[in-house]
C-alpha cells in the first residue's frame, strides 16, 4: 500500500497549484479518513485539509480555509487539494496520508500512512 503525490512546484504569490494523492492498495470507497499536512523548515508538520471517503467530511486549517479545497475521486482512489490565493508562507512540503475510519484529526500523530511528499514553494 502507498500514497504517492504530484503536483508541487514554484509559483509567486497569488498564484495556484493543485496537488494530487493516488492511493494504491486502499480503496476510497471504504471508510478511511485521507489528509493533507505541510511541514516547512524548523516547523512541525501541520494538519491542511482532511477528507472522509464515507461521508466527504472536510476539515480544513484556518490558515488556509477559502484558500483552499479538497476532493476526492472515489472511482480512482484520488485526493486533490486545489491551493489557490498562494502566500509565501504556504511554501512547505506536502504530504498526503491515510487512516482508518472517518475521524478527522488533524494531528499528525495519528496518522498511519504517508507519502514521501511535495514541494510547494511560493515566491513573493
Known amino acids: 500500500a502507498q500514497l504517492v503525490e504530484s503536483g508541487g512546484g514554484l509559483v509567486q504569490a497569488g498564484g495556484s497549484l493543485r496537488l494530487s494523492c493516488v492511493a494504491s492498495?486502499?480503496?476510497?470507497?471504504?471508510?478511511?479518513?485521507i489528509g493533507w499536512f505541510r511541514q516547512a523548515p524548523g516547523k512541525e508538520r501541520e494538519g491542511v485539509s482532511l477528507i472522509s471517503s464515507r461521508f466527504h467530511s472536510t476539515w480544513y486549517a484556518d490558515s488556509v480555509k477559502g484558500r483552499f479545497t479538497i476532493s476526492i475521486d472515489s472511482a480512482n482512489d484520488i485526493v486533490d487539494l486545489q491551493m489557490n490565493s498562494l502566500k509565501p508562507e504556504d511554501t512547505a512540503t506536502y504530504y498526503c496520508?491515510?487512516?482508518?475510519?472517518?475521524?478527522?484529526?488533524?494531528?499528525?500523530?495519528?496518522?498511519?500512512?504517508w507519502g514521501q511528499g511535495t514541494q510547494v514553494t511560493v515566491s513573493s
Open positions: 492498495g486502499f480503496r476510497f470507497d471504504g471508510d478511511y479518513a
Open positions: 496520508a491515510i487512516r482508518g475510519g472517518s475521524v478527522l484529526y488533524s494531528d499528525s500523530r495519528l496518522w498511519n500512512y
